[in-house]
């Protein structure tokens, strides 16, 4: 047993992969021993299945991580557990890492009942258990891991796979109490207030945005040879790639759509942004959706999921989206169609404008191509110049995949383009977030500690942006990176769309700031104007009064 333990404390420091959370994490496991044992009083029993234990809650979060840039967080278990779109699309989209996880836990079970049955059982005065538990429960607060101290969000981005989701549990208060957002906004004098007038302006031209699902710009990676060439080939589907600072990795799409919609800068929620679109739902007014609505504006959001999924078509309709069509509303037989699907659909609605809707149209359309996994090439008859793309095959499907879709891009905005009316057209894609399968090239070029830094390589994705008019057309091509939070203001500006109050100050805040959101030099900028959203009615944060 000795052996044993030695060999698994040396397994939780190379999943660890930092020395100074190791005793955090080797108390845990003598902790969860200890109570294991006060209640059936057999050590072998409660020893290997607390390692067993901690095991299993270290391979999900090695798991996620690997996913998402992102460790196993304890409000994971609630957002899953009561979203079963989300339980049948982890399990659908990741069978092949989902279902060892579960034979594992199957196997813990099965093993816990052997050693439980065949452990001696082992008296002991019930003061010395309560000392064994109390030594580690004590200790545990003095080896908390100082990095976990500096910050709690940027540990999850560490990779500290066995440490996490235990010091995730910390974050349960702020289900019942004020986070630490909440504490600074509340800090801050009440703010003026923001007029809710809109302007809506002269031109109200259609508004054509895409979502461009798991897409990154191939020149920021210097390993790929061909990455200059490859971004100039998507560039064709509308105008050069423009630098984009995303604040997720590897998924939670919802995440960057909620920042453009909204102008937020999710980030700063802290743990919680993953969740936004459930904890928002309702709460934010004024947004970019409801401020086109009040211009008179057909606002339709088409979603590649049901739209209960992650609870994103609720909090869609709540900040001012007057039509969802979810993946039933399309007659999509899976998420996983090819992006030409969702631009059918697309076409279909705006031909039932052009019938008896005179409103201009903001249409946002998410899609859903290069998403992983990438183990199988989709469409095989599809056959690109230059293939393969990459030595890495699972790279060179992803690099395959977004060429599929910027070509089926491509042919959406190109039609849209030559239908162009009096009106005049916006023309907006983004990357809403990198694959998974750039992670190792990301810790390649910025270290394998870039996941804890916001804006850093991993969190960097496009957008492009062309207006078209009867007198001509322009398109986007400033270099400076901005923050997702600001796009939708620059957007605005950029075809001179409707504004507020609300919108000049968030485009006000990116002149500042110099596009950096959520990193913004001047951050209390950034707090006055979220109180001053909360102050007005038009954030529903509580905050308590100083």
Avoid at 99 to 118: H, Q
Wanted: proline share 5%; aromatic share 12%; with cysteine.
């Amino acid at each position: 047993m000795l052996i044993a333990s030695f060999g698994a404390v040396f397994a939780l420091y190379n999943l660890e992969n930092y020395w100074a959370a190791l005793p955090f994490a080797v108390l845990i496991v003598a902790l969860i021993s200890a109570l294991l044992f006060a209640l059936s009083k057999r050590p072998a029993f409660s020893l290997y299945t607390a390692f067993m234990l901690v095991g299993l809650v270290t391979v999900i979060s090695l798991i996620k991580f690997k996913m998402k840039g992102f460790s196993l967080h304890f409000y994971d278990l609630v957002f899953v557990g009561s979203d079963p779109q989300a339980a049948e699309f982890l399990l659908g989209t990741y069978a092949r890492l989902v279902v060892p996880a579960l034979v594992f836990a199957a196997v813990i079970v099965v093993a816990s009942i052997v050693l439980f049955i065949y452990d001696r059982k082992i008296e002991i005065k019930t003061r010395r258990l309560m000392a064994g538990i109390l030594l580690p429960a004590l200790l545990l607060p003095v080896t908390y891991p100082s990095e976990a101290r500096e910050g709690r969000y940027v540990y999850y981005l560490q990779g500290r796979h066995v440490s996490a989701f235990f010091v995730s549990l910390l974050d349960l208060q702020y289900m019942f109490s004020d986070g630490e957002m909440e504490r600074r906004l509340a800090a801050v004098k009440p703010q003026k207030l923001f007029s809710k007038a809109v302007t809506c302006g002269a031109n109200a031209p259609d508004i054509f945005v895409v979502l461009s699902e798991t897409q990154a710009d191939p020149a920021k990676f210097p390993q790929l040879k061909n990455g200059k060439e490859l971004n100039q080939r998507m560039a064709k589907a509308n105008g050069p790639l423009q630098p984009l600072i995303v604040e997720t990795f590897g998924g939670g799409t919802w995440i960057s759509n909620l920042s453009f919609l909204t102008g937020l800068p999710a980030t700063e929620f802290g743990w919680r942004s993953p969740y936004l679109t459930i904890e928002l739902e309702g709460k934010v007014r004024g947004a970019l959706p409801e401020l086109l609505s009040d211009c008179g504006y057909r606002t339709v959001a088409i979603m590649p999921f049901e739209q209960n999924f992650v609870n994103e078509g609720p909090f869609l309709t709540s900040v001012g989206f007057q039509e969802i069509y979810d993946k039933y509303a399309i007659g999509a037989s899976d998420y996983k169609m090819r992006d030409r699907f969702y631009y059918q659909a697309a076409e279909k609605i705006i031909a039932d404008k052009k019938e008896g809707d005179n409103r201009p149209l903001f249409l946002l359309v998410q899609t859903m191509y290069p998403h992983s996994p990438y183990d199988m090439r989709k469409d095989p008859e599809i056959v690109l110049k230059g293939e393969p793309f990459n030595k890495d095959p699972q790279i060179a499907e992803y690099l395959r995949r977004m060429l599929i879709a910027r070509q089926d891009l491509s042919e959406f905005f190109d039609g849209r383009r030559s239908q162009v009316d009096n009106r005049g057209a916006v023309f907006l894609d983004f990357g809403d977030h990198q694959s998974f399968a750039t992670k190792s090239m990301v810790e390649e070029v910025a270290g394998e500690d870039a996941m804890g830094k916001p804006g850093a390589l991993p969190y960097q994705t496009f957008y492009t942006m062309r207006y078209v008019g009867l007198s001509g057309e322009r398109v986007m091509k400033e270099q400076t990176p901005v923050d997702i939070g600001f796009l939708g203001s620059r957007m605005l500006r950029f075809a001179g769309l409707a504004t507020s109050e609300m919108w000049d100050d968030i485009a006000r805040l990116d002149g500042l700031c110099k596009g950096r959101l959520f990193a913004c030099a001047d951050k209390q900028q950034v707090i006055n104007h979220l109180r001053r959203r909360i102050d007005s009615g038009l954030l529903d944060i509580k905050i308590a009064a100083q």
